[in-house]
């Protein structure tokens, strides 16, 4: 059975390009715009991993994965930021809230596939 990949971004057409990238290697992937939407969407979706973006309306990045980190479901689920957010101190303050990798916009689609397949749980 497929695993489940959470994308959430603001930006429609980097969801779609991150989406069609993993759905090309097999992966099922679940869309949510910004943070709250993806922790509405998270009991139906059961992602295995989860490729956000820092900077989006309503919920960032930052604030989605420290909620995440705080359900115990999701505890060890790994979070990989794709942000063009490139200085030291965001990279940190994603590191601290639980992230696992840091990808910068704009991105190349096998380099984001390499970091899924690195993190993915079994």
Not at 27 to 34: I, L, R, T
Not at 87 to 105: D, F, N, P, V, Y
């Amino acid at each position: 059975m497929a695993k489940t990949i959470m994308i959430i971004d603001d930006s429609a057409s980097l969801r779609q390009v991150v989406g069609i990238a993993l759905k090309s290697v097999g992966y099922n992937v679940v869309q949510a715009e910004n943070g709250r939407d993806a922790l509405e969407k998270l009991a139906n979706a059961a992602p295995k991993l989860i490729i956000c973006d820092v900077n989006m309306p309503i919920m960032d990045g930052i604030a989605f994965v420290k909620e995440l980190k705080s359900l115990p479901e999701y505890k060890f689920t790994p979070v990989i930021m794709l942000t063009t957010e490139a200085g030291e101190e965001k990279r940190m303050e994603g590191q601290m809230a639980g992230a696992k990798a840091w990808l910068i916009k704009p991105f190349r689609p096998e380099v984001a596939i390499k970091a899924v397949q690195k993190l993915i749980l079994p």
